[in-house]
Structures are given as C-alpha cells and as structure tokens.
C-alpha cells in the first residue's frame, strides 16, 4: 500500500511537473486566452459580486469554475493558479488512468510504458479525469458489487456532471447500460437492484447538496437553462464552434499517388486511425464472448470501449487535432490494453503479434512526436524554474513571452487610466482573460463572444452593452478567429459594423467607445 | 402443413401483394369524390364510385400527405400548423403517424404505398384469425374458410380505407395468444409479451373506440377462457397493462388533446346517441335491400345512418352462408364451451348495438355513452365467423354430427326455397304497376336475392356432396366469396392517377399568394384538411376532436353554418379577428344579401318544362348583381339546360340560362344577374327548362312550402373596410384581407423563422407591450423573451404574451409535457420489456445450444485466423461504406431553425451530415465485419 502510494505521488509530482495538460505547464508557456482566460473571467466576476449561469454564461460544470473562484477567494486572482488548478486537474486524471491500468492488470512494463505516453502527450484534463475516475468506480463497482462503491458511483457520477455535462451524459450512459445489462445477465435480479438503489442514492445525495447550494445561490433554474442550451446547439447546426469532421472521401480528390499517401499519414487521418481501435475492441468482444473468455476483464473492457466511443463524439462537433488530445485517453488505454494482451501471451512465433505490438508503439510514437514542441520545452524546464520572473499584475509567477507581457501590461494601464472600478468594458474577440487582468466587469454573459452565435444570444449581448454601457470596446486585429471566423462576421448585428468615429489604438486593440455607437432606428428589422 | 411450410407460404403471399402493387390501376383512394366539390369539378362532372368514402380522402390522406412531407423535412409532426390556427397532429390518433404499415407509404412511390396499407391490412387479419382458428382445434382447412370469412366480411372491406381496421386486425391476434395461454401449461413469456407487442400496435393503429371496444371483448375472452387459471389472467392484464405503457408516448397527448377537445365537451352533452335502428338489422341478411354506395341504387336506411354504418357497423354482415351456419353451429355445438361463448357474445353485442333494454342501459355508463357503440357490431360479425368455422369444421369432416342436422338442413333449404319464391312473386308483382326507376332498382334486387339464395342452396349442396376435401374447400370458399368479397367489389375503387388531389386553377392561384389561412363561405371549395395536400393554411379543422378554445371562438364569431358547416354570412371584422388572410366564397361577398327564402327542407320536383318554378319578391335594393340557389341533381350527370327568368309581373325582363352539368347536389349556385330593380315593386322569378326530363333534371331546394332557397345580391355604396377581390372564375371568388396579419403587435416585428412547432420573431417595442402570435393556445406552447421562459397567456383563441420595452427575440416552442411524459413512460417500460426478453432469450435451450456450437468451431482456429477475417472484413466494409457514400451522396439542408453563424452556416454545411455518415458508418461497418465472421465461421465444417 505504502508502494503504492509512493507511486501515485511520484506520478502526480511528475504529470504536475511536466504539464500534462493540454493547458500547459504551470513553470511556462503563453496563457491561452480562450481556455484559461474564460476560467480567470468567470471566477474573477464571481468575486466582483456575480452569479454564474444568472450573469454568466459558463459552458462548464459549476464544480469546474467554484474551486478556482475559491483559489481566487483565498491567494487573490491570477492566470497561474488557474493554470495550476488545470495541471492539478489533470494530474488527477492521471492518477485515475493509473487504476484504471491496475484494475485491467497490466503488466508493470506496459502501466509504465502508458504511462509514460500519459505524461508527454497532453491528453488528461480535468472533465477527462472525472469521466476516468467515474469508469474506475465502475468497474471496482461492479467486482465487488458492494453497496458502497454503487453508492460512491451514484456520487462521482453525479460530481462528473457537475463539473462537465458532456463527461457526466457519456457517465450516465455507461451506468444505464451497465445496470440494463447486469437485470440482463443476473441470476439474482434484486441484487442489481440494491445495486442499483445505492447507486440513486449516491446520485441523490449530490444533487441534493447541489439544489440546495444552487438554490440558495439563486442560479439552479439558470444552471438548467444554460445547460440544457448548450446540449441542444452543441448538437445541431448552432454549435458555437466546429468545423465538419474531415471526410475520407477527400483521398478520392487527390491528384497524385504522392499526395494520396501523405492523406494517409495527416493529421486528419489520425482521427480515423485512432478509431480502429474502438472496432478492434467491439471485434475483441464479439470473440471473447463466444470464446467463454467473458469474465469480469472482458466485461469492465466493454464499459470502458462504451465511454470511449462515446467520449469520441465529442470530436464529430470539432476539427482538427486540438481537440483530438481531449478524447485520447480512452484510445491509449484501449491500445495499452491490447499491447498488455499481446505482450503477456506473446510466443516467439507469433509474427502477427509482434506486428501489432510494433504498430502500437508506432502509434505512441507518433502521439509524443506530435507534442515534439513542447516536449523540447522541457528541457529548458530548470532554467524557467530557476529564472527570476517580472510579470504583469495577475499573471502570476509563469515564464510567458515579452509579446504577451507587453500586451497584457499596456491594456492593463489603459484601463486602469481611462475606468472606473464600476465601469464596463468590452472585448469583441474572443480574450476572456483580459477581463480578469483588467478587473473589470463585462456588460454582457459572453467572455467568448463566438459563443453568443444564435440570433438569440446576439440580442442578450447587444442589450448587455445597451443596459450596461461599456465604456470601451475592445477589438483585437491579431485575436485569434475561432474555426476561422471572425467575431465580426459572426456578430453582424448592426451596432458593431458602425463606422467609427473616433479611434484610439492600444497595440494590437483598435478601442471604441460607447458613445460612437448609434443603433439603428430599424435594427435591422424592417 | 406443418408450421414451417405455413410460414414460406404466408412470405410467398407477402411478395406476392407486393409485386402486384407494381400494377395496380392507379391509387387505392377514392379521391374522384372529390368531384362533387363544385370548385374541383368545373369542367367535368362525373358520378364519384363511392359517395360515402368521404373520411380516408378529406381526412386520412391528406394527414399521411403531411406525414411523409414533415419525415422527409427531417421533422416529426407534432403540431399541424395549416388547420385552425395550430391543431395538435401526432395527439389526435386517426393520424396513424407510426401505424407501422404505413412504412409502405413513407418509402415507397404512392401508388404503391396507398395500395399495401390496405392489401396488407386484409393479409395480417387473414394471418391472424388464421392463426386463432388454428388455436381452437380447427383443422387447416376450415381455418382457411374461417380467415377468409372474416377477411373479406362487411366491417374490414367498408372500413378498410379507415383506421377502425388497423386497431380491428390485431383482435383476432389477441384471441390466439390467449388461446396459447390457455392452452400451454407451464408459462410462457413469449405470449403475455406479444398481448402487449399487440396492444402497443393497435394503440398506433389509431383508433381509440376500437381499441376500447378491443380491451372490453378480450377482457371478457381472458376471463371466460382462463377462469380457472387465475395467475394467467392476472399475467394477461399485466401484459395489457405493459402494452398501453409502452404506447404512453400516443395515448397520454391523445388524452390530453381530448381533454381539451371540442368533441369531448359535444359528446358529453349528447351522450348515447351512438346506436343502430332495429330495422337496419335486416342488412345482416340482405345488405343490398336498399342499394349501396358503389352500386347504382342507394338509399340510406335510416335518416340516423348510413349505409357505411348500418352495413359495416353491421360487420354484422357476413353472408347468408355462415349466418345460418353459425346458428346452425349454436344448435349443434351448443355443448361446445367456445360455441356459447361466442354466441352469448354475438348476442350481447347485437343487444348493446340495436338499443335493446337492459342493455342499452350500457350507454349510461362514463366511457360506453360517449363510444360508437355501435360499431361493436364488427366484433360480431367475427363471433359469427367463429362459430361458422367451428360448425364447418364438423359438417367437412361429418364427425360427431349431430343426427338430425341433415335434416334441419334439408329444412333450411325448404325454407330459402320458399322464401326466394315468395319474395321474387312479390316482387315481380309490385315492379309491374312502378315506375321506370322502381322497376329497374326491383331487376336489381332480383338479381341481389338471386345470388344469395342460390350460393347458399349450393353451398348446402357442396357440404353433402362427396367432392375430395379439398375440392370441397375451394367451392365453399368461393361461395362464401360470392357472397361477401364479390358484392362489395369496388366498394373501395381505385380511381386515376389524375384524379388524386388534382391542383385546380384557384389553388394554383392560393399557392402563389403570401401564406396565410384562408376561410371557406357558402359551398365547400377547399375543404379543411384537403388543404394540407397543397400546403395552405385554413381557418378551420377537421379530425373528430378539435380544439375547443379554438373551435368555441370560431362558433361564436360565426354563429350560423350552411348545410357543410361553413359560414355563409361574414363581416370584414369578424374575418380578421382569426387572422385570416383569405375568403373564398361561391358569391360575391362584397354585394348586400337579400334572403328571399333561407329554408332547405326539401327538394322540390326536379325542373321541367311542364313544371317551372316560381318565386314571388320584393326587392330591397335596386342594383340586382347576382342570384343564388340551392341545388340537387340527384347524384347523376344532367345534359339538360334551365332558364331564370324574372318577371316583372308578366312582362320578362332578364332570362339567364344554365348548364345543368355546373349543378351539383345540396350546393349553393351563383347566377350573375345584372339588372336594375324597382324597390316599390314585386317580381317574380322562374325556373324552367325546355329540353329536362325526369331522368336528366335538376331541382331546387326549398322550404316545407315549396318556396325555393334564394338569395339575392345588390351593389352597394360603402366605404368601409373591404375584401379586396383576388380572383374570380365559375362561381369562386378568393379575396384578401390585406391588414389581417398572423401576428398582432404594437412595434417593428420580423419572422426570423417558422416551422409548424417553433418560430422566432425579432421584435423592437418602443415600450412595454404585448404580442399576440395567431397560433391556437393549447397546452404544450412555450415563448422565450432573449432565451427566458415566460408565461404566455390565453387570447382567446390565440397566444397572448408579454413584451417589454426594447429589442428582442421572441421564440414560440410547441413542446407538450404531454408527448414528454408518454415518452418517458414508454422507454421504461420498453427498456424493462427488452431486458425481460433478454433474460428469457438467455435461457432458452436453443440459444445456449447455438453459442455452445460456435464456441467448439471457434476454438478450431487461432486466434491469428480470425484476426485475418475481422481485419479483411473490416476492411471490405469500409471500402463498401466509401464507395456508397461517394456514388451515392446524401446530401442535408441546413435546418431553418439555425439562426447561429458559424463555421457551418457561412460554409452552409450541415453538421447532422457528418453525424448521419459517422455514426451510419460505424455500424455499418460493426455489423458487416461481425456478420462476416459470423457468417464465415457457421459455413465452415
């Protein structure tokens, strides 16, 4: 025991210090303005006094945003700690992926050898880890059949939700059907049923404590809506982001052979190659079942092919590999798991064997050379330790580059210049964090204005500026355009294709103020 | 035969009704009915095949239309938003939407489509009662006489076109399972699962007497029959139980439409109303005694009903053959447990049907005094059916007769004898001294009783022949056809192709004008429901229910309906307080009407020249522009002309004359009348014709007194507010209502999008407000201010909401907790029904056996072996997935509703399709891959 919790920790201290999330690592690395400044945002609008999912619109769990809004409360707001509690978050995942590899009693080389590809590739992150550690339970669940680990499931299913809908839905699902299969296959029905019963009241508990919490707060109806909103777009044409899923078909365009094998090899590809995986395992199944091999390993490997297929959806709303690292660690563990399979029954003359061992540690190889980059930054990891660092206020103690320090640095004294502490301001594109940097409020629910797509969100942000009056707008000519399509195509209401009257420049930002805006009489309507 | 045997030979007919669904003669729909709408009619008038089809073309038909357009939208019709302002579509049963049959008519060209519903609905009851009889001992053959009794008896062949049949078939289903029940000693799961399978689709079927009428005769079945087996019929009302559960998702929108439905509050205060007069029960015996629909002569046999009722209510009618025979079965088989229960069903039901004491006693019930009760009398025709076959089975194999039954039958050919002569005499006798058309309906009739008593004589003779079995078999089934299949031949025609929907010259007009819903005034020109065939919006709605809110509101703005429940008389206001964009109406609307006389009550003799037709008035206006009449022309084609003259006492002042063949039966006609009048004076106009007779006339409907319907049409000088006139030919005239919008709201407002359940608007209030959507209120909608719920409020009869000061969006979202709740019922209940199944299935020999055997012929071969067959089939699959979808691409519209803009909407590229080819792709290839080893590893040795 004591072995192994040396190990966890050893683990955990690793991951932290490598940064296996895909956020970064905590010593250095730019801040990404969308993915962590939306975390800085929101829980810096919390302590200026507003309420998430009333004032803010947050497309994650509560339980996703809360602790950074405590981190916040306790050492005062900056980019570090969330960037902290994201490396924590995944390092916690990590730890999760290390169960699960012992509950599937892999061989030590092959927990290492995963493991290891768990640290150089960023793939954990924190609603990952919550789906991973929720899959754990189940499985030790479903071993012991014990009536407190059912109950542990109901509440870590509960608690993944909280702190990603998607992960919690794929939990959820996974848990149905375990519990269906299992009134299936049981000789005794009611022991599934208790089974069962604990697992509700596990779930109950949580969401009780979390009406409770949210009710008293005055958001759970907001929660709902906003929750239940972002389920509907992220499924249909409304999605805020995305791109469609590459199409195999585009080989058949290619003119060359050259060009046609180079597809076989792009990134895109990779999507389609990391799904093999699912097949072989569905096949995997099929056999073992007729094979009477189906003992609890099969089955706890079935559940698990289930989370990552569904985890795998995810992608179908996405593009390109970003999000790709989002959905690996199921792959990884699917793959580990047939290299264990294959490496403990290897016999010498088993060329097949040894062929599909080779090709998935290509594939690992080819996942830790696609980090290539940020795996050479470690190296100078010592040396951003070691280096004595003078940032902006908020930033915290990270290495970031001059460029971001230069921007950030004179935004902050522009505002801090020009505004109040109760003034609003605006930023069009898509720099949540800059909210926090600055301190101050923005007018609307959006941080990420993209997010604000439909018609309907378009309204609400232009009668936050309307109600709320920011006193400056801020526009980014180098922001980066989500999918490729920049705010102002994405927003075109009238009020923001307004000529300007006056324009002041902040570096990359062209600033407007409020008062050059002048709503159309007809908005458009007529 | 044995079962397998059985069951090729049932596939074989299913290809077969399939394959000639390729050659049917136009569609299996009565659309030609049509013809009697003046306005779809205007050239050619001919006779429709059947003029009391009415309910499968004004009704069924165009909800399937609407069905299949909203499927192929990629939407599931909730709401239907083209009749009275919004009326729930999937609540109201009828509709049938996911009446599994209907599958044909989604997918496949509709010709075929309208053809398989109800070739396969006669198959399935064939199937089933085949089934049921095979259940009672009853030997191939006689089962085979008793399906096709019951197949092609009166009730499923007049209620074919409806969805009474698609509940009816599965009764004989139900009978057999619970004949297995019965039957089987230990349990077996398989048959309380199909109760429930059964009831969850005759739940879908769509017709909720029926089924009410279903529950009540099985439960009496299940309990007459397992009276002794009290853990089976407790097993059996679970599984009924388990079945309405697993179609909660049809049944509680249905009950909640009902509960808010204008036909539920009418029943209520009419209840009882629905049984048959005594004397119709004479069509058991000779349906034809007064005609029929199809056929050259009919007349209804009581004001009260018709001959759709009477004689398919009747279901009643089953032949003469197996009526005597089934009484005949009564007195031989009377010791037969089944035999008395049918008959003491058969008897009941005939009591409950024609009104008779105590049992009428029936209709003051809660649920039985708001039913058609007596369309009971279907399920009594199939207890005749069941007798017959039981009895037949006896006199085939003439085991155990009874010792006297030769004689009795002897008997009954005496008295059929007998009766033949003595009706035929006095028939012959009477058509001497009648009339042309009398005589001619007596031939008719001759003929009718002809056929009958000479089919049973000979199927007396048949019975006691000594033809091989099988021989004997084929005569009886084709006398008891003769009397049942062959005399309702055409009942359900098909009609051309030309004739389904065809799109008159008005409604291509209507289609070309801004959306908005249209009312009819005076004749019916485009009926309420037909309209959803060519996608315009009415004012009114059709389906048995309706919304009450609506329905009331409509009533009270137009308090007088004519003879087709249209409003004759209407104000420009009143128009516009239902948002109705556009009147169509047989008269000019804007003219002043004088009612000369506004009785119907009769039909005067028809128009000939020996006979004219006069009418005394007194003008009330001088500017006479047009008149209008009331006509009949007795459901025939009229080549005559006839003449309106008007009289200034003797002298003629203006003679007008008309084409008989514009006529049609109990419908309003515009005559264009141009003449100055003096007020002071009295006029006289007459009706003549110089070239009518009594067979090729016309007539006029008047009042109790002979006076003539007539109304008169003046210019008149006004300047208020008026239909502006849109188009006008043959007596159809289409105005707008230029200021009445869908949509009341004080500021700028702009439909982003509308589909029939949601619509957004972007609305700009100068302050606070109000906003009133002409959509009906009813349970279920929604509005959004900027995303936020708000309450909406009853408008009576629309959607009332408030808006505040400012710019916002404001969605409308039908979404009834209703359909939520059944749905949520039902995937419980369907999840504890599969995971029952599975449980079962995992224990069956069979299937332990099959996995056994797979097992030892995977063991044969490494596991190398079958890495190579799931690898080569992966990758067969894959290459087939790609070439389908290159050769053959699907290709979405991005869906209207998607205000976002977005990567997917500026590249206008629909995110569903890689969801559609992704996820179809994954199981494609899942499946083929495992098939393919499957399939592999069976083969091998």
Redesign the interface.
Known sequence: MQKKIIIIFFIFLTSVLLGTSTAGNIFFGDLNPIDEGQFAAWANYMLLGKQMYKDIYIVYGPLHVYPIYILFKIFSPSAFLVRFFLTVGSAVGIIAIYFILDEFRFSKLNKTIVLLVFLLVPATILRQGMGLWAIYVLMVAYSTKSKFWNFLLGIISVVTFLVSSDFGIFIFTVVLIHY?FQ???SKK?IDVFFQNLFFLLGALTVCVLFFVWSYSEGWLLDYI?VTK?IYI?ST??????????P???TI?GKKDLLSSLKYFFSKDMLLYESLIIY?VS??YL??TF???KTHKQEYKFFLFTLYGILTYSVL??R?GIGHFFYVLPPIIISFGYFLNRLSTNFKKN?L?SLILILLICVYFLRLIYLNNPQIRQLFNLPKYVAMPISNPSRVGSIYISNSQKVKISSIQSFVVKNTEKQDYIFFFDDEPIMYMFTDRLNPTEYDVP?VG?????R??M??GI?KYKPKFIFFDKDAWPV???PNS????ERLFTIKIKQGLTVLPYTVKKLADFVIAD??G?? | MNTRKTLILGFIVFIFIFTISFFVPGYFLPTDLLKNIPSFSTDKWERPKNSLLADPVFQFEPWRHYAKERFLEGSFPILNDHSSGGVPFFANPQTSVLFPVNIFYYLLPLHQGLFLIHAYKIYLLFIFTFLYLRSLKCSYSSSLIGSTTVSFSAFPIVWLLWPHTNVFLFFPFLLFVTEKIFSDIKFKFRWYLLISVSYFFAILGGHPETLFHILILHVVYIIARLWKQKNKIEYSFLSILIGFSLGAFQLVPFFEYLKNSYALRDRLTHPGEFFLPIKAFVLNVIPFILGAPHLEFYKHIDPSTNFQESVGGLGGYVGPIVLTFSFLGIFVLRKNFLVRLWTGIVLVLWAIVYNIWPFSLLSTLPVFGLGANHRFIGFSGFGLCVVFSLTIERLISKKNLYPSTKKIIKFIIFIILLLTFLSLSALLLYSKSSPDVVKNFIQFFIQHILLLSITTILFLYVIYSNFEKMYKVAFIIILILLQTAVLFWDYNPFTDKKDYYPEPSFVSKLKKLEQGSILEVGNPVLPENINLMYGISHAENYDAMEVEGYKKKFDEIFPKKNQWGNPDDITYENVKKLGIKYVISDYDITLAKQKVQAIYKKILPSIISSRPISIEFAPSNSNLRQIRILTANFNRKNNCTFSVSLFDYKTEIKKETVDCLKIRDFMYFTIPFSVTLDTSKKYTFVFDSKNASSTNSIALWADEQNNPFMELLYKQETEKEQFLPIWNEDNIFIWSLPESLNSEFLG???I?YQTPEES?F???ANKDTEFILKETYFPGWEA?I????ITIHNADPFIKVSVPK????L?FSYKPYSLIVGIFISSITF?AV??LI??KI?KEDYILML?EN??KK??KYS??S???V?ATA?VLSVLIF?SF??YFPLHFT??KT??????????N???????F??IIGFIF??IF??LF?FILLCKRK
Request: proline share 3%; no cysteine; charged share 15%.
């Open positions: 269906t009134y299936i296959v029905i809506r909103d777009s249909g044409s409304s999605a805020p982001n995305g791109q469609n899923f199409n195999p078909l058949l097949f569905i096949f099929f056999f007729f094979t009477n179908l709303t593009h088993s097949l993209f797509g439909t018609l309907e969100k309204i609400r232009l009668n309307i999918d490729g399509i195509k994405r927003l075109p007809d908005f309507i007529r | 700028n407002s702009k982003i957004l972007l609305l700009q959004y900027d995303e936020n719920k400012g710019i916002h969006t969605k999840t599969i995971i599975f449980r995992s996995i797979i097992r995977i063991k596991w190398q079958h890495f190579l799931f992966f790609i979808t290159y991005v869906s998607s205000t976002s803009i977005n990567w997917f909407t500026i590249n590229y629909p995110k569903q399709q890689d969801m080819f992704f290839t899942t891959t495992v080893w």
